[in-house]
T-cell receptor, first 112, second 112 residues
């Protein structure tokens, strides 16, 4: 019940295309869902986050879509660029617990 | 300039030696965390601390130890009992009762 399942494991997208990464969870107590971006040899950096009281959050080219009834959320990267090539992790946490549960990560490659 | 620093960036250890990884934050965060990341894998929680002089085991605490004597510091010792310590170690911190964790740049530990 504590797992967050992330797919796909790897993704190749052409420059200018839309990258879509999906996550699913079981624990309905989760109430905060961040996405992290990690470049090789670096620490993960917070990209965007959402709470379940909204269905969508957009920041620039990055959008989180949230489906509370299906217990799924996804990251969409519009107009994908080679600089977006990185590993992306979704995560979930329940209020006050502070222990983030991470997905397994998606290695995204944007071909020029 | 606020953030999380980890040192050293690279660390080499002979089998049977204990090594200590440093993590310092000046974000005034109450909570701090240690994660382990293996190649192509997600993040696994080793230990976390929500307050000074208190810490809890994460999912893979065996062979590791921590201390939290100061709010800004959370060093991790990798002991000789850790069977496979070669990995990328990440430290993170967060404000109390808030899901957003901020990561340091990581330490890559290699056992020779």
């Amino acid at each position: 019940q504590q797992q967050v399942k992330q797919s796909p494991q790897s993704l190749i997208v052409q420059k200018g295309g839309i990258s879509i990464i999906n996550c699913a969870y079981e624990n309905t107590a989760f109430d905060y869902f961040p996405w992290y971006q990690q470049f090789p040899g670096k620490g993960p950096a917070l990209l965007i986050a959402i709470r379940p009281d909204v269905s969508e959050k957009k920041e620039g080219r990055f959008t989180i879509s949230f489906n509370k009834s299906a217990k799924q959320f996804s990251l969409h990267i519009m107009d994908s660029q080679p600089g977006d090539s990185a590993t992306y992790f979704c995560a979930a946490v329940k209020g006050g617990a502070q222990k983030l549960v991470f997905g397994q990560g998606t290695r995204l490659t944007i071909n020029p | 300039d606020g953030g999380i620093t980890q040192s050293p960036k690279y660390l080499f250890r002979k089998e049977g030696q204990n090594v200590t990884l440093s993590c310092e934050q000046n974000l005034n965060h109450d909570a701090m965390y240690w994660y382990r990341q293996d190649p192509g894998q997600g993040l696994r929680l080793i230990y976390y601390s929500q307050i000074v002089n208190d810490f809890q085991k994460g999912d893979i605490a065996e062979g590791y130890s921590v201390s939290r004597e100061k709010k800004e510091s959370f060093p991790l010792t990798v002991t000789s009992a850790q069977k496979n310590p070669t990995a990328f170690y990440l430290c993170a911190s967060s404000a109390a009762h808030h899901g957003t964790q901020y990561f340091g740049p990581g330490t890559r530990l290699t056992v020779l």
